[in-house]
């Protein structure tokens, strides 16, 4: 049977007694499916994992992926999404004075969303700060973005791999995806070859928009963490963020021409929305075409992506033969390797970043 995150109606009680039913029920409801999903990340005769996470906190899903990378067996594959709130992720060896504009991050400035009818409004939030455990450059979430990481052992593991699997899921909407020499996804800006040159529809590194005059704009970057048996690779995908033209302004440090100082500097790219719009279920579209062709290159059958989507529904875990899927939420602070994990990133990359 799924485990569910079930919380019932309040009786009539005082309000203390209110206050002290629904933790009762809920610290229950969540050891629940936090045990369950503990047990199933353990468990060496599960070799393929898929979660997506409901939260939108950057440091609760940034622990979950660590708690991945740390519990799940050596010959286990995962594959995880997230959509954080608006905020600077950079890499482990990165300087934030130099790498974002933290005043600006902390002023609760104004961002952009997307309303339910497609326009756009302003809206005014602090924009987090955090530090991620992997290396690579800083980049921006926000609600327009779709995180993914897959975690795999290292024997299998290559920087291409899984980019690959992600562009051939994006091709389905925009056929100008391609991996490049960085290992980034990019979107082609030319047009097509006019003398209508052939090219092998499972090489996604090459396109018909490739061109020397116009660059290709960025929409997934990738940031990676090697271990001797686990291997962790971890990409962003703007999707239709409606924040891309003030990226360079979040992302731009004032100190940067009179700061010198240690630490790895964020490579500069043109960067680009894989829709030209809004697009109401952007997200669960492009999960679920990325677990199409998750479970295409690892041989899983059709069960595994309608038991993804059904788990995305609900709060819930789902189980075949070699593999599990499921949807995690806030409740998932309370496992206590994760808890840790926070409170780790807050305290030593968060926190004190911006003062708080």
């Known amino acids: 049977m799924p485990s569910r995150c079930i919380l019932g109606s309040l009786p009539a009680y005082t309000k203390r ?6 933790a009762y029920h809920s610290i229950r409801a969540i050891s629940s499916l936090a045990s369950s999903f503990i047990s199933r990340v353990q468990d060496t005769g599960l070799k393929y994992h898929i979660y997506t996470s409901k939260s939108n906190n950057p440091f609760l899903n940034l622990s979950i992926e660590h708690f991945l990378l740390q519990k799940s067996p050596t ?14 992720v950079i890499g482990r060896n990165q300087n934030p004075w130099l790498e974002a504009d933290l005043k600006l991050l902390a002023s609760g400035s104004s961002l952009k969303a997307w309303a339910l009818d497609g326009s756009v409004e302003n809206v005014s939030a602090t924009i987090d700060i955090v530090r991620r455990r992997s290396g690579g450059g800083a980049v921006f979430h926000d609600h327009g973005n779709v995180n993914y990481c ?13 980019a690959e699997m992600v562009v051939k899921a994006l091709r389905q909407d925009n056929p100008r995806a391609r991996v490049n020499e960085r290992h980034d996804i ?16 499972t090489d996604m590194h ?49 100190a940067r021409p009179f700061l010198k100082a240690r630490g790895v500097e964020s490579v500069r790219s043109p960067v680009g929305n894989v829709y030209a719009g809004f697009k109401s279920d952007a997200s669960p579209h492009f999960q679920r075409s990325v677990v199409e ?23 819930e ?18 496992i206590p390797e994760i808890h840790a994990g926070m409170k780790e990133l807050q305290a030593r990359h968060g926190s004190k970043i911006h003062g708080r």
């Open 17 to 22: 007694n209110q206050l002290s039913f629904f």
């Open 186 to 201: 990019v979107l082609d800006q030319g047009q097509p070859d006019a003398h209508g040159l052939q090219l092998d529809p």
């Open 293 to 315: 062709s998750f479970a295409t290159l690892y041989g899983l059958g059709s069960d595994c992506l309608a038991s993804f989507e059904q788990a995305g529904e609900r709060c």
């Open 75 to 88: 010959n286990s594959t995962i594959l995880f999404f997230y959509v954080d709130r608006p905020s600077v």
């Open 150 to 162: 897959v975690i795999c052992p290292t024997q299998d593991f290559t920087r291409d791999k899984h």
């Open 317 to 334: 875990l789902q189980q075949g033969p070699s593999w599990v899927c499921g949807s995690l939420d806030d409740s998932f602070e309370s």
């Open 206 to 254: 090459k396109t018909e928009f490739q061109t020397d005059v116009q660059q290709a704009l960025k929409v997934s970057g990738s940031a990676y963490k090697l271990t001797r048996t686990r291997s962790l690779h971890h990409g962003t995908c703007l999707l239709h963020s409606p924040n891309l033209k003030k990226l360079s302004h979040y992302l731009k440090s004032p």
